[in-house]
C-alpha cells in the first residue's frame, strides 16, 4: 500500500500484525538529516507523534512492545551490500533468515542508521541501529531499539539532545 504521511511518500509492509513503513520517516524541517536519513531528537519524536495524531492513517512510532513483536517473530543480521541494501542492518519477520531487499517475504529491513550526537555527528552507521520508541520511561526519558549484528535490545534513553531514527508501524486489520 501507498500512503502519504507528513508530506511523504512511502510503501507500506504487513509484518505479522503490525503494518510498517518501508523507510524511516524523513522530516528534515524537524530534524537533522544526513545521507537521506533524519535524526530525531527527544523533542522531535515528541513532535512527530503529535502530527502523527492528526492524520488519519492510524500511523504512530512504535511502542516497546512492537519492538519486541517483530524481535519475536524472528530476525537477521545482514552486512551492507549481503541482500542488496545500502548500509549493514536487520530484517524483522517470520522469514528474516530468507529475506533479501527484492523480496521482503513479510518482513521489514530496518538499516543500521547509527545515530546523531548533539554537536551534529553521526555515530555507528552502518554499525548498529537506534529506533526511537515511544515508550516513556518516565518524564526525561524513552525507550530506544538498539541492535547490531549481536544484540536486540531496549533501554531507556535520557540524552535528549541525540538523534535517533523513527519507523513508523499501525496495528494491521484482519490479522
Same mark, same amino acid.
Given at each position: ?10 510503501e ?12 524511516n ?21 515528541k513532535?512527530?507523534? %503529535? ?16 519492538f %519486541? ?11 551492507q551490500?549481503?541482500?542488496g541494501?545500502?548500509?549493514?542492518g536487520?530484517?524483522?519477520?517470520k522469514?528474516a ?6 523480496d ?26 537506534y ?5 516513556c520511561?518516565?518524564s526525561?526519558?524513552?525507550?530506544v ?5 549481536n ?21 494491521a486489520?484482519?490479522s
Amino acid at each position: 500500500m501507498r500512503i502519504t504521511l507528513l508530506e511523504e511518500e512511502y510503501e507500506t509492509v504487513r509484518v505479522g500484525n503490525l503494518e510498517i513503513l518501508n523507510k524511516n520517516i524523513y522530516s528534515p524541517d524537524i530534524a537533522v538529516e544526513y545521507d537521506g536519513n533524519c535524526y530525531f531528537d527527544f523533542i522531535g519524536v515528541k513532535v512527530i507523534s %503529535e502530527l502523527l495524531e492528526g492524520q488519519d492513517t492510524k500511523f504512530r512510532v512504535p511502542t516497546d512492545d512492537d519492538f %519486541e513483536y517483530l524481535y519475536n517473530l524472528g530476525s537477521r543480521w545482514v552486512e551492507q551490500g549481503e541482500v542488496g541494501n545500502n548500509l549493514a542492518g536487520r530484517f524483522f519477520g517470520k522469514k528474516a533468515n530468507i529475506a533479501t531487499m527484492d523480496d521482503l517475504k513479510n518482513c521489514i529491513f530496518l538499516p543500521a542508521t547509527g545515530y546523531c550526537d548533539p554537536l551534529a555527528a553521526l555515530v555507528s552507521q552502518n554499525n548498529t541501529a537506534y529506533y526511537w520508541s515511544s515508550t516513556c520511561y518516565n518524564s526525561s526519558s524513552r525507550y530506544v531499539q538498539c541492535f547490531n549484528n549481536n544484540l536486540v535490545y531496549s533501554w531507556n534513553y535520557y540524552h535528549k539532545g541525540d538523534g535517533f531514527s523513527v519507523r513508523c508501524v499501525r496495528d494491521a486489520y484482519g490479522s
